[in-house]
């Protein structure tokens, strides 16, 4: 695997997850040097970071659909 500052972002969330489970996995495996396993555990932490800021962005797009200006909930009419 190459290091994290190399590696591309991936393109959406699931992508992050499985990629994020493959390091997990192969962590667990205690096969990988001790180098390449810093390497996997910096990958994991920007896949992390990258999947934290996805599900704030969904949060925050959710919150905006269901609640209105003033910060009441929104009504069902709008929600449709």
Partial sequence: MTKPETSPLPENFEQAMG?????????????????????L?????????????????????IEKLTFDALGAPAKSETLK
């Fill in 19 to 39: 990629e994020l489970e493959t390091i997990v996995r192969q962590l667990e495996s205690g096969q990988d040097s001790l180098e390449n396993s810093i390497s």
């Fill in 41 to 61: 555990y910096e990958r994991g932490i920007q896949l992390k970071k990258y999947c934290e800021n996805q599900l704030e962005d969904a949060q925050m797009k």
